[in-house]
């Protein structure tokens, strides 16, 4: 199969990041969706491109561990978090705290907003963080 400009500039930018959207494909390129898609497809059943992967350096990621005190029932406080669709896991717990959370982040920034996040919930009354150094 021949590639014209088109298909090898779009097979540069899934290159970069393979979770590109074919509507930003089609903006860079000039392109409509349709014809995006289209060459996608034609990519794809010829052989071209064989599989969208992601590859992840081990040091891009950081956790943290945020243990949450609710201000009333700590499921509803919970049923919030989880909701936000930011953690990496969660639990209600017993002790001096109720809900545990599990983040994961490609920064201590990302990592800070997603905190921020769960501070604004409304039934969330205290928080302590831990961040960690090393997983085993």
């Not at 860079?28 to 034609?42: D, H, P």
């Not at 491109?49 to 499921?75: D, P, Q």
Request: a neutral charge; one cysteine or more.
């Amino acid at each position: 199969m021949s590639l014209d400009d088109a298909d090898r500039k779009m097979l540069e930018i899934l290159s970069k990041d393979s979770r590109t959207s074919n509507v930003a494909i089609a903006k860079s390129l000039g392109l409509t969706e349709g014809a995006v898609r289209w060459r996608m497809k034609r990519l794809i059943d010829s052989g071209v491109i064989r599989a969208f992967t992601v590859e992840v350096a081990e040091s891009a990621s950081n956790y943290a561990v945020l243990m949450i005190k609710a201000k009333g029932e700590t499921k509803k406080m919970m049923s919030q978090i989880v909701s936000l669709g930011i953690h990496m896991d969660a639990y209600e717990i017993s002790g001096e705290y109720d809900g545990c959370v599990i983040l994961e982040g490609a920064s201590m920034e990302d990592i800070d907003s997603k905190i921020d996040k769960i501070r604004k919930v409304k039934e969330v009354a205290d928080t302590r963080t831990f961040i960690t150094f090393r997983r085993w």
